[in-house]
């Protein structure tokens, strides 16, 4: 499902709330013209009223009135309103005007009264106003009433009304052209990040370059960055792990094929067992080192946040990987045990790795122990960490050296001892993955060699 344009998503989000409020706006000014246009009538009305009630006197004992021209003049307009009136006493003599018009008058009114009526099928405003009038003591009430037509009043009102309303549609469309505009211009730097990317070489890992990038859009430029490094950081492992397996496959591939070049022009079948041993154990070495290398590769992925973890039973694992290593520490005449100081120590991570983990430690120290020495593995839970530890007996490492014992294939040993120089590389890795610590330091009496790994401890998984 393809998801809809940043312009018209933004336009939507200003448009909705724009419209609604010309509406609003509109709908108060439309209110505020007619108020405007029926005071402007009313006033008009009511001064007419007052005009022809000011002309009703008594003559000969009656009430008479005389129409002012200037009372029905006033209501003069392009619109060419009719205009009707009626003056009746307070006994429903008829002094002037319609006898039909349309609305009953309240002789008790004591201020101007306004209505709207339909006189002719056609809309009347209509006033009615009530005034008293005296003869030698004689107290009489008049009612004077006049309407007119609404055409006026409508063309009033379109005139005070329609231009505002112009004008909040024009603002309207205004505003709208000027956010199509306005996004256009301001998204041309990100236009400019995608075509840069766009045409970048598919090897290409340079940062990009925000230039002129608005600042709430320079995050996402700063995230690619990141990203960018990171898979900088990726490739630069891949190329040296690629370099330090073609280099340290190399020696054992080529001593293989001499041996074997020498094992086909040998001409004394006695020496071709010591041949084949030779050849057998340069294999070991190359399998062993293949391993090693694979493990290695293994242990940087896990730097990745991608790969997988789960909480795993350390205690048990260490006991296994000592039951897989005892035919080595037998050979070797060598005491190998272990120490756990609790029943369980969960860390989270992989299964795998940390067995390679412990294989490597172990295994390290069984090689470099001599006969009839003592290897010891402790595994204990300290609140939120998990401490293991592989104390030897045999001859360490110089204090000098250790910081260079991690190194990729750096090897502290003696010529006949065999070893990649990958074992605590490899362990290294893995401690780091798991955002732990690794230390090395000596027993008691400042003798032998006793690796610490420190991990963050986790919860044990439920039994559901």
């Given amino acids: 499902m393809t998801s809809p344009s940043l312009r018209l998503r933004l336009l939507l989000w200003l448009l909705i709330p724009l419209t609604v409020y010309v509406g609003i706006s509109t709908s108060y000014t439309h209110d505020s013209a007619v108020a405007s246009a029926d005071l402007i009538q009313d006033r008009a009305l009511v001064a007419s009223a007052r005009m022809i009630a000011g002309q009703v006197t008594w003559e000969d004992g009656a009430p008479v009135v005389n129409i002012p021209p200037a009372a029905l003049e006033m209501f003069a307009s392009p619109s060419r309103d009719e205009v009707y009136y009626q003056v009746l006493m307070d006994d429903n003599t008829l002094l002037a005007g319609r006898p039909d018009f349309p609305v009953d008058v309240d002789f008790s009114l004591i201020a101007p009264a306004y209505a709207t009526t339909s006189f002719n099928n056609q809309p009347l405003r209509v006033v009615s106003y009530v005034r008293a009038l005296y003869d030698n003591g004689t107290l009489r009430m008049v009612a004077v009433s006049v309407g007119q037509t609404m055409r006026g009043h409508e063309q009033l009102l379109d005139e005070l009304w329609r231009p505002a309303l112009h004008r909040q549609i024009i603002m309207l469309l205004l505003a709208i052209a000027l956010v199509v505009v306005g996004l256009t211009m301001e998204l041309r730097p990100l236009l400019r990040v995608k075509d840069e990317l766009a045409t970048r070489e598919p090897t290409s890992l340079t940062p990009l370059r925000a230039g002129e990038l608005q600042r709430e859009l320079r995050p996402i430029v700063e995230a690619i960055n990141q990203y960018i490094q990171r898979l900088n950081t990726q490739v630069a492992v891949q190329k040296r792990f690629v370099a330090d397996a073609a280099h340290q496959l190399r020696t054992p591939l080529t001593l293989i094929d001499s041996q ?80 756990a100081a609790a029943d369980e120590a969960w860390a989270m991570g992989s299964q795998s790795l940390y067995s390679g983990m412990l294989m490597n430690l172990i295994d390290n120290a069984l090689r470099y122990t001599p006969e009839h020495g003592k290897v010891t593995a402790t595994v204990a839970a300290e609140q939120d960490r998990v401490i293991i530890a592989v104390a030897d007996n045999g001859p360490g490492i110089p204090a000098e050296v250790r910081e260079r014992v991690f190194e990729r294939f750096y090897r502290n040993a003696a010529p006949h001892q065999h070893g990649a120089g990958l074992g605590l590389a490899i362990v290294k890795e893995i401690v780091q993955a798991a955002h732990g610590s690794i230390s090395l330091g000596t027993d008691a009496q400042g003798k032998g060699l006793t690796v610490t790994v420190v991990l963050p401890a986790c919860t044990a998984p439920s039994a559901n």
């Fill in 260 to 339: 074997i070049q020498f094992a086909r022009q040998l001409n004394d079948p006695e020496r071709l067992p010591q041949v084949l041993q030779a050849l057998q154990d340069s294999s070991r070495s190359m399998t062993d080192l293949t391993n090693k290398l694979l493990q290695l590769s293994q242990a940087e992925a896990s730097n990745s946040t991608a790969f997988p973890r789960h909480p795993v039973e350390l205690v048990a694992l260490a006991a296994t990987v000592l039951e897989e290593l005892v035919s080595l520490a037998q050979r070797k005449q060598i005491d190998l045990g272990m120490e």
